[in-house]
């Protein structure tokens, strides 16, 4: 089975604070993507990545940036969050760029910035 | 006005009845139709991809409508397993980085 594994299930911020969220898959996935999920507006697409140092801007990537040093690995930052960005934050992977409708989703980070 | 849309629900539905509902998308050059299942407080999940000519597993139905631009998805025998937020997704172009739209989505609460 594929594994999707973010690192933190809950956080609690303040408004101003760096913060780090920390994906993982392990099937050797190419592609990596952050969404966010809020109520009423489904998941919107943060950014995403095909490749290796690779990273491509979502429709939201205002106040985010990425980081894809590693294959398997794919953070999203907030520099300095804000209470807009209180949120539930799911990372997702799928095999390659021929294979985009399937995703997996990790279990989802779900912040609050105070 | 969203590029996809659906009825939030929730639908409540008697176990083993049968519920459909649809989700309509505005770009009329989409070309790749996926239902995903999210239950409460997980992450979503592959149900089906819907195909032009319509798909069945099991007891779910996919049906798409490019004249209309809407698909459907018609549930059988509900099972109390089946409650759930069903998401619909849109693949906007041909173009392999096609981006992903998805639906805020449609609760279903099937009741004993």
């Known amino acids: 089975d594929v594994k999707v594994t973010q690192s933190s299930r809950y956080l609690v911020k303040r408004t101003g604070e760096k913060v780090f969220l920390e994906c993982v898959q392990d099937?050797?996935?190419?592609?990596m993507f952050w969404y966010r999920q809020d109520p009423g507006l489904g998941l919107r697409l943060i950014y995403f990545?095909?490749?290796?140092?690779?990273?491509e801007k979502g429709d939201i990537p205002e106040g985010y940036s990425v980081s894809r040093e590693k294959k398997e690995r794919f953070s999203l930052i907030l520099e300095s969050a804000s209470t807009n960005q209180t949120s539930m934050y799911l990372c997702?992977?799928?095999?390659?760029?021929?294979?985009?409708?399937?995703?997996?989703f990790g279990e989802g980070s779900r912040l609050t910035v105070l | 006005r969203k590029e996809v849309e659906q009825d939030p629900g929730p639908f409540n539905v008697p176990e083993g009845a049968t519920v459909a509902f649809n989700c309509t998308y505005s770009?009329?050059?989409?070309?790749?139709f996926f239902w995903y299942r999210q239950d409460c407080r997980k992450e979503p999940k592959l149900l089906m991809s819907v195909y032009s000519s319509g798909n069945e597993d099991g007891r779910f139905t996919a049906q798409l409508n490019r004249a209309s631009q809407y698909i459907s998805l018609l549930i059988r025998d509900s099972k109390l397993s089946d409650s759930a937020t069903y998401l619909c997704v849109v693949k906007m172009t041909t173009d392999s980085w096609g981006k992903l739209q998805f639906g805020a989505g449609t609760q279903v609460v099937v009741t004993p």
């Open positions: 990545s095909y490749d290796v140092k690779m990273k």
């Open positions: 770009n009329s050059a989409s070309q790749s």
């Open positions: 099937m050797d996935h190419e592609n």
């Open positions: 997702a992977s799928s095999l390659d760029r021929f294979n985009t409708g399937e995703l997996f």
